[in-house]
C-alpha cells in the first residue's frame, strides 16, 4: 500500500520529531501509526460498484481542499512563507474559475471546474490506501485526497467514516461540538466573536448531558433503524477516537491544539478530548438550528403591527400590515404547483398576546462576568500584515528551500510561536455563525428539455465560506450504505447530500415555521405580585414553578492564538413548558414572559433516520421512496431529487398542527386555547401535519428553489413577494425553455453560474425606475449620464463581472457603484415621508433593506436595518425590492396583485415620485467610491471588487486567498444519469 499522508508533528517540514522536552531532528520523516509498508494498491471493491452517471459523468466541487488539518509546523510555514498542506486548497481556483469561463462551457470541460463525483478513485489517480482496521479500506485519489471508504462490515464502514472524518477535519470538529456544548471560549479563547457565538447557540439550544442522553435513548428505541443508527453513530466515534489516540501518540494532530493551550508541542502534555455520542447531539442540535430551523420573531412582528395600527388606525393599520407583512403574496415565486396551506393567519385569531408599547425586556444570558468579560478589555492590535494570503502557487512545506526549513525547525525548538500570535483574536468562528443567511439553489429540467433525454440538476447548499469548510466530501461503500457527497463534520456518519448509484439528492433551507412565540404568565411562588423581574411562571397545571436554568460556566485566558485577557462568565438560560425564554414584557399590564418553542427542541437527532435511509440503496429506488423518506427529515429543508427518469421536490420538517384560531405569526397567550394540537409538555411532542400537507411534486417541466416560498399558501417571511432572488434563475431557464432549448449538464450549469453574478436589483427593479425617470427628459447632463450608464448595464444582463479574469475591475463599474449608493437612499426617500420616522424604522428592523455583495450600505449612514455581511458570497435573499416593485406599478398604473394599499413614492403622483428617485439618485452619482466601499481589513477604500470578494473565514491557521464574488452553493452537483437499477 501507499504510504500514509499523515505525518508527526513538523515531519511535512524537515523530518522534524518532537519527542521529549530536548527535541531532536529526524530527516525520516514517520508514517501513519497503522499503515503497512509501502506495495502497490489493490482496488477496494467499491470501485467496481453499479455506477449509472451519464456519459459525461457526475461531478461536484467543494472548495478550499478536502484537507482541514494541519500540524504546528504547517501552520508557521503558512503564517511565514505562505505555503499550504496539500490538498488544503485544490479545488478553490476550480471553484473561482468557472466564473470566468462559463460562456460556452461543454460537458467535456466540466472537469475543469468540477471532480468527478463518479464512484470510486480512478485506477490512475490513486494517491494512498489504507486500512485503519482490517475491515475498512480508505482510498484517497491523488488530486485531492477525497476518502472513499469501503467497508467489509457495516461497523467498519462507519469507524472508517469517522477515521476519515478525524484526519481531514479533527480541530473543526472539535470547535462545532464546543459550540454545541456552549464551551466556545473556555476551548478557543475568550474573543468577542466566540462569545458572541456561544451565547446565540445558548440561547437557541442549550441542553444538559441528561436532555442529550434521552435523544439518544429515544432513537435506539425506534426500531430496527433507530438501532442501527445507534450502532452507526458508535462505529463512528470508535473511528474519530481510534484517530485521536493515533495521533496523538505520533504527535502529528492539529497545531491549534497547541497554539489555543491544549497540547504541548515538546512534552506533549495535555489531551484531545474522546469524542462522545452527546456531541454527536450537540453538533446535530446546531447545524439543524443553523439550517433547518425556521419561525420565531414574532414580538418584533407584533411591535410592527402595533406601529401601524398606531399610525393608521386599528382598521387600516391592520390592513397595511398585512400587505406590507407578505405573508402568502400572490405574486411571490413558489416552486410546486398546487396549494399547501401552512402556519397562515386565521381569519379570527384566538389568544394573541401582544406586549404593551416599550415593555419588551429581551433577556440577557450573561451572568457573573469578570476579568475581560466584564471590563471589555480586548487584545493589543497586532500589526497589519503587509502581504496578501498567498496564492494557489505557494506550494507545500515540502517545497521550501533548505534555509527556510531550518527557520521552522528553529521555532519549534525554541518554541517560538509568535508568527501564529493572535490568529483567533477575531474569533475562530464569525459571530453571526449561526445566522449565515443563504445560498443554497436547485435548478433541475425534466427529459423533456435535455438533449439527452434523460433529466438533469445543477444544486447545491450553501454552509457559508470557510476554511476548512464546514462540509467535508467521502464516499460510503458498505452494507446497506452506497452513497458519495458532502456531510457535516462531525456528523458525516452518512452523506447528507449527495448521489447514490444511479439517483442524487440535495437540500435548500426551507425555514418554514416551525417555532413559535408564547406569552407565559409570571407569577411570585411566596404568592406575592409578580414583575418581569419575576423568574417563576405559571404552568400548564396552573402551578406557580421556577424557570429551570441551565447553566454553563467559561474561563479563559490568554493563549497564542487568542490573546483576549484572562476572564469568564456563566451563561444561563431559563427554561420552560413553553420553551426558552427570550425577554419579559407586559400585556395589558400583567408581566409575561416570551418564549420560544421549537417543534424539533428536544428531537435533534430524530432526523438521522431519514439520513439513513436516503444512503440505502435498498430502500431508495424512485422518487415517490425518496420523498417518504423524506418525512422523516425533522428539520426544514426543501429537497430535490433526480433520477434517469423523473426530477421531484419535497418539503420536510416537523410541522405543528395548531389548533383552530391560533395565529403562528403572533405570540400566543399559553393560558388560552391556542397553541399545538395534542402538544405534551414533558415531551415536546405534538400532532404533525402529514406528508399530503408538504409541498411536494414529481416530474413538473423543471423545479428552481432558491431559498423563495415552496408553494402557494405556504407563509413565507417578511417581504417575500413580487421580486425574489429565484428571480435570476427563473427568467433564464424560462427564456431558455420557450426558446426550445435542449439543455445538457454544461448548458444548465452555465446558466446557474451567470446568474450567481446577476445583480438583483439592477435585473428586477431597475427597469422600473428607469421607466418612471424616462417619463420626461433628464435636463442635467451628468444626472443623465448616471441614468444611461444604469440603463446600459440592466441591458447588458445586470452582470457584477470582470470582463476577464484579474481584469481588476467589473464592466459596467460606475453603473454598480451608482446603484450600490442609490438603493438605501432611494427606498428611504420613496417609503419614510409616507411611513414616518419611527413606523420605517420598525419595518426595517424586521425586513433588511439591502443585501448587496458588498455587505455596505453605501450613501450615507446606516438605516437602522441589518445588513448583508462583508465578503460572505451571499446576496439578495433580503431586501425591499418587492415593495419598491410594486410601489412603482402602482404609481405607473400597472395592474398589481397584492399592493402595499397605500401608494408611496410622491404619494402616487408619477412627475413627484420621478423627482424623489433623481434626487436620490443624484446623491448617490455624487456618492464617492469611498464612501460607497469604504474598506476593511482585507481591502482598501473604493475598492468595488475586493469590496465584493469572497473570503473564507479561517477556522484555524490555514487562510485562503479571496475570490471573485458570486452567488452561489458552497457544495455544488452537477448530475445525470443514464439508466438506473
Known sequence: MLPSRRQPLGAAASGLALAVAAATVS?????????????????????????????SGCHDILPPGQNGNATLVEILGHQVFGTRPEHSSSQLDMYDDLVHNYDGLTDEGLDEFFLDSGFGADPDDIGEEYQPREDVTITRDASHGIPRIHGDTREGTMYGAGY?????????????RRVGRGELTSFAGGAEGNRGLEQDLWRSAPYTEEDKQAQIDRIAAEGA??????EDVEGYLEGINAYIDEADGDRDFPGEYVLTGHKD??????????????????????????????????????????????????????????????????????????????????????????????????YGIVHDEHGSAESGETPDPLAEADDEPAGSDAGTVEDLTEEQREELDRMIEEEDLSA??????????????????????????????????????????????FAPQLLMLQELQGPGISARGASFAGVSFYVQMGRGADYAW????ANQDVTDTYAVPLCETDGSDPTTGSRAYVDSSGACVEFEELSVTNEWSPTVADQTPEGGYTLTSLRSEYGLVESFATVDGAPVAYTNLRSTYMREVDSILGFQRFND?????SAESFTDAAYDIEYAFNWHYVDSEDIAFVNSGANPVRTEGTNPNMPIDATSEAGWSGWDPDTNLADYHPPEDHPQQINPDHLLNWNNKPADGYTSDWSHGSVHRSDLLEARVTSAIEEGHAFTPAS?????????????RAQEVLPLLLEVIDTAEVSDPELAGSVEELRAWAEDGALRKEPERDAGSYEHADAIRVLDAWWPLLVRAQFEPGLGEDLYAQVAAVSQIDESPSGRIGGGEPDGATQARSHSGSAFQNGWWSYVDKDLRTVLGQDVDGSLSETYCGEGDVDTCRTVLLESLAEAAATPAEDVYPGDEHCDAGDQLCADTVIHQSVGGIDMWPVHWQNRPTYQVVYQFSGGR
Not at 475562530?428 to 443554497?440: C, I, K, T
Not at 440535495?506 to 433551507?509: D, I, K, Q, R
Open 27 to 55: 530527516a525520516v520523516p514517520a508514517s501513519a501509526g497503522t499503515a503497512p509498508p509501502a506495495q502497490e494498491p489493490a482496488l477496494p471493491a467499491a470501485q467496481q460498484t453499479e455506477d449509472f452517471c451519464a456519459p
Open 617 to 621: 440503496p435498498g430502500d431508495i429506488t
Open 225 to 230: 433503524r433507530g438501532e442501527q443508527a445507534l
Open 164 to 176: 476519515a472524518a478525524a484526519e481531514d477535519r479533527l480541530f473543526l470538529m472539535d470547535v462545532l
Open 748 to 760: 444548465l450549469t452555465a446558466l446557474t453560474i451567470e446568474a450567481g453574478v446577476g445583480d438583483l
Open 420 to 465: 501564529a500570535e493572535g490568529l483567533f483574536d477575531d474569533g475562530v468562528l464569525p459571530e453571526e455563525f449561526l445566522d449565515p443567511g443563504g445560498m443554497s439553489n436547485a435548478l433541475l429540467v425534466s427529459g423533456e428539455h435535455t438533449e439527452s433525454g434523460e433529466p438533469a440538476a445543477v444544486m447545491g447548499p450553501q454552509t457559508g465560506y
Open 265 to 362: 508541542a515538546i512534552t506533549n502534555e495535555g489531551e484531545i478530548e474522546p469524542f462522545t455520542p452527546s456531541d454527536v447531539v450537540g453538533i446535530a442540535a446546531m447545524v439543524g438550528g443553523i439550517f433547518g430551523g425556521g419561525g420565531g420573531g414574532e414580538v418584533r412582528s407584533a411591535l410592527a403591527r402595533a406601529g401601524f395600527q398606531d399610525r393608521y388606525g386599528a382598521e387600516e393599520g391592520l390592513e397595511l400590515y398585512d400587505a406590507w407583512r407578505m405573508e402568502n403574496d400572490p405574486e411571490a415565486p413558489a416552486t410546486v404547483d398546487g396549494e399547501f396551506p401552512y402556519s397562515q393567519t386565521p381569519d379570527d385569531p384566538v389568544g394573541e398576546s401582544v406586549p404593551d408599547a416599550g415593555s419588551v425586556e429581551e
Open 506 to 509: 440535495s437540500a435548500t433551507s
